[in-house]
């Protein structure tokens, strides 16, 4: 039997998997573990939860900024702002900075779970640990 802080290499490996492939690969360990009706751990519940939810935010968050976007190419003089956010730069291997900091923010989750920790994002983090009970 192994100790109830032991985290097994499969469970990191789909953890950060599952930040890899915006909670695919979570979503496809959850169907599997209901068919075989295995016991999903408390480590990976927690990472597949918080990839799934920060997909569903990214989603909502893109999808309001271009309705913004839309607006402010409507307007004089306002207009270049959102080119300006959203241009390619060189020395950010031609990423935009929103592309960089979101790149930035899922190496970060996908690092620290494969390493076994809990990764923690303010906000995101604290509504994951009050639906899982783990505070």
Avoid at 44 to 65: G, R
């Amino acid at each position: 039997m192994r100790p109830s802080n032991e985290i097994y290499p499969i469970e990191r490996i789909i953890s950060a998997a599952s930040y890899l492939t915006a909670g695919g690969a979570g979503f496809v360990w959850l169907i599997i573990a209901a068919v075989l009706r295995k016991r999903v751990t408390p480590f990976l519940m927690y990472h597949i939860l918080q990839s799934i939810f920060l997909s569903i935010l990214y989603f909502l968050v893109a999808t309001f900024a271009e309705l913004i976007y839309v607006i402010l190419y409507r307007i004089p003089l306002i207009n270049a702002i959102p080119y300006i956010i959203n241009m390619p730069l060189s020395f950010l291997f031609n990423l935009s900075v929103i592309q960089t900091i979101t790149t930035a923010i899922i190496l970060y989750l996908a690092i620290t779970s494969a390493m076994g920790l809990y990764s923690y994002l303010p906000w995101v983090s604290d509504i994951i640990n009050i639906n899982t009970g783990r505070k």
